[in-house]
Structures are given as C-alpha cells and as structure tokens.
C-alpha cells in the first residue's frame, strides 16, 4: 500500500478535475518541474492508487433517462477487486465506500428502465457483490 504525501494528493485533485491536463500544466500548477510530475504518475499508476483516467461525458440531450441509488454488501476483503469491477461499468456515475450495513453505494444514470435493469444484473454478477438494494431517483427537491 502506498503512502500518500501532499503533493500526490494535490496531483489527484487536479487530475479528478481535468484528467487530460498535460504534464506541463500539472508541473506548474503544483510548482514542481514536469519530471516529478511524470515520476509521480507512474508511481501512482504502478501502485494502484491511480486506476486509470476517464471522460465524463454529458449525454446528448441533456441528463435525462433514470437515476438509481444503489446500496452494495461485498463479501469479506474483495473491496478492492468489486471497485476496480464495477468502475468498468460506464453507468455507475460515481461509487463511494460507506459504513453501516452496506459498503458501497453505487450512483448509476441509465437510459432506461431496461437499460437499468440490465445493469443491476451485471453489477449483480460482479465477483465479491452479496447483496444490494436499489432506489431510483424520482425526482430533485430544492
């Protein structure tokens, strides 16, 4: 397991903000030269705390189709391997770690109700998932 110092949490950050900023942009940001840059990131690829980089795309026509909650059980230490599983799926929006009775909580956008069923069978298949419950969000309140 790595340890994490400022300065890879800072790279993170900038990262999750724009994932496609080239290595000059982060150095300067960070005020440290592009080659720290780029040996951080290979470090923090090869150790795992950088799974990879992704777009976020915004759905033609605006945010409609169905949003669901979804609560997840992993089985025993598999944590890490249901994340890396369930991050594969381009639906799951977002994915935390909770505490309580679930240990993940799964926001997913999807077309339809067909299209949200067939991903709840396939996050259901994902080795180390137990169990999970599933809202689906009807509608934001201010």
Known sequence: MIILDSLDRQLIALLRADGRAPVSRLA??????RATVQARLDRLL????????????EEQGGREGVRAITMIEVAGASTSAVIRALRGLREITALHTTNGAWDLVAEIHAESLSDLDRILRELRTVNGVLNSETSILLRSVQ
């Open 28 to 33: 300067t940001a960070l005020k440290v030269s």
């Open 46 to 57: 090869q150790s795992g705390a950088i799974l990879g980089f992704t777009v976020r795309a």
